[in-house]
């Protein structure tokens, strides 16, 4: 611990809190930033919140400092979580390297660790970032399986061979006593391409403006995570790409679901 403390004195290296995925309730009258530094001193970094028969699940850091009550808070604007990854609070660890290469980790007082923007390359952020990766081509599958769940409905956004041989594994076998649907025999490139006419509306992104803001973040997303013999960052500067791709992602995944 002495030498972590020498370091960052050396270093000029940050603390951050280790965050936790932990959940306690914030009650609705209660002012935005009392709730946000009683919670976050505790160790919490989400919070249920029942509004309107709902339960939403509200990350701590959205919340304003703000002496508005936390149920009047605007939640349209807030990013409010879907889903819950596992090891989810790891995948911000871009955000964080993005204004300085290294921060010194802290389970509240005890120094545990030194977090380096190179850690970015090591199975257990790939992890993390693969499982949204798994994710999204799930919610993918499911989209095209809702809207589109015969081969003839893809002819003017697939090749007619992929058609082709979708249609013929699906026949093939539809018999098995497996769970099916057509759509899975495709690739996730044409995932994207199914998914292109709904998700561009959702996230307001022109037509030919679907290659950035869809295909794009997508493919390289993957292909930086999913390859463990390619290095995901090179160096800082490719933090900030990385870390804008994980935002994409994730707003991608929020339109599949609306």
């Known amino acids: 611990m002495v030498h972590a403390e020498e370091l960052t004195s050396y270093h000029k290296v940050k603390h951050i809190m280790t965050p936790r995925e932990q959940f306690a309730w914030l009650a609705a009258d209660c002012p935005c930033s009392e709730a946000k530094t009683r919670l976050q001193s505790q160790g919490y970094t989400y919070a249920p919140?029942?509004?309107?028969?709902?339960?939403?699940?509200?990350?701590?850091?959205?919340?304003?400092?703000?002496?508005?009550?936390?149920?009047?808070?605007?939640?349209?604007?807030?990013?409010?979580?879907?889903?819950?990854?596992?090891?989810?609070?790891?995948?911000?660890?871009?955000?964080?390297?993005?204004?300085?290469?290294?921060?010194?980790?802290?389970?509240?007082?005890?120094?545990?660790?030194?977090?380096?923007?190179?850690?970015?390359?090591?199975?257990?952020?790939?992890?993390?970032?693969?499982?949204?990766?798994?994710?999204?081509?799930?919610?993918?599958?499911?989209?095209?399986?809702?809207?589109?769940?015969?081969?003839?409905?893809?002819?003017?956004l697939l090749a007619q061979e992929?058609?082709?041989?979708?249609?013929?594994?699906?026949?093939?076998?539809?018999?098995?006593?497996?769970?099916?649907?057509?759509?899975?025999?495709?690739?996730?490139?044409?995932?994207?391409?199914?998914?292109?006419?709904?998700?561009?509306?959702?996230?307001?992104?022109a037509e030919q403006d679907y290659h950035e803001c869809v295909t794009k973040p997508i493919k390289y997303l993957r292909d930086k995570v999913a390859h463990v013999g390619k290095a995901v960052v090179n160096r800082p500067q490719e933090v900030e790409r990385l870390a804008n791709t994980l935002e994409q992602v994730a707003a991608i995944r929020i339109a599949l679901s609306t």
């Not at 993918?140 to 589109?148: D, F, G, I, Q, Y």
């Open 49 to 156: 919140l029942q509004l309107n028969g709902d339960v939403l699940l509200i990350p701590l850091r959205s919340l304003p400092d703000a002496e508005t009550p936390v149920g009047d808070v605007d939640l349209a604007a807030l990013a409010l979580p879907r889903w819950l990854w596992a090891d989810d609070e790891l995948r911000y660890a871009p955000a964080f390297l993005q204004k300085q290469p290294a921060y010194l980790v802290r389970e509240r007082t005890p120094v545990v660790g030194l977090l380096h923007y190179s850690d970015l390359n090591k199975l257990a952020f790939r992890g993390c970032v693969y499982h949204q990766i798994a994710a999204l081509e799930a919610a993918m599958l499911a989209h095209v399986s809702a809207t589109r769940p015969e081969p003839k409905d893809w002819k003017e």
């Open 162 to 205: 992929r058609i082709e041989r979708a249609g013929n594994f699906f026949e093939k076998h539809k018999g098995a006593d497996t769970e099916l649907t057509v759509a899975m025999e495709l690739y996730i490139d044409e995932l994207v391409g199914l998914c292109r006419p709904e998700l561009a509306e959702r996230l307001s992104c």
